[in-house]
């Protein structure tokens, strides 16, 4: 077994520590006051639009990899799920519309934060064996080179896929509910 892969039972207290951090700062941050719902015009979101959300969110994604590094990773995640949570009362719509319509692009956001998050608590324990020499350079490799070749694409595919989600589902759900 590989010293620097967490095992299957760790990964999921992982998820479930994740799940639970996630529902308490959605909860807090749904807690906002809101000002009250208002009219509002929605544009309809293009192909470009798509783009632009991916590079921004590949930008902060790759923030938290740097971060996690660091083992901090858990500070802008935290930030995250809040403003997931204020996002209705930041938009002015509904809370039911909000949640309803942004569930798809949301859900591919939430699994990057946990990938980030897995990845933070791997690269932590990687550098703990390493420094007790439990693993070597080539294990401490092996894992560099698993994030480079397979959880960073894992992060950027579905980062892609939460784009094209934005704009071309939860854009359309808000622009007719709300019309």
């Known amino acids: 077994m590989d010293p ?3 095992e299957f039972k760790s990964k999921r207290k992982i998820l479930f520590g994740y799940i639970m951090i996630s529902v308490i700062c959605i ?3 749904s807690a906002q006051p809101v000002s009250g719902f208002h009219d509002r015009t929605v544009a309809l ?8 959300i991916f590079l921004v969110n590949g930008f902060m ?3 938290w990899m740097l971060m996690g590094v660091l083992g901090l990773s858990l ?3 935290i930030k995250f799920l809040l403003h997931m949570g204020a996002g209705p009362a930041a938009e002015g719509i509904h809370p039911f519309i909000y ?7 949301g859900l591919c956001e939430w699994f990057v934060g946990y990938l980030v998050l897995k990845f933070t608590i791997e690269h932590v324990r990687c550098i703990l064996l390493y420094s007790r020499n439990l693993i070597g350079r ?3 490799a092996a894992f560099y080179k698993r994030v480079l070749l397979r959880t960073l694409p894992q992060i950027f595919g579905i980062l892609l896929a939460g784009a094209l989600l934005e704009v ?5 759900l808000i622009y007719y509910f709300v019309q």
């Open 75 to 77: 500070i802008p995640i």
């Open 61 to 63: 994604a790759l923030v």
């Open 4 to 6: 620097t892969r967490i």
């Open 138 to 140: 080539a294990q401490l």
């Open 27 to 29: 909860g807090i941050g």
């Open 99 to 105: 949640y309803l319509s942004s569930f798809s692009h």
């Open 45 to 52: 979101l293009q192909a470009g639009d798509a783009a632009f």
């Open 168 to 172: 071309y589902v939860s854009n359309r």
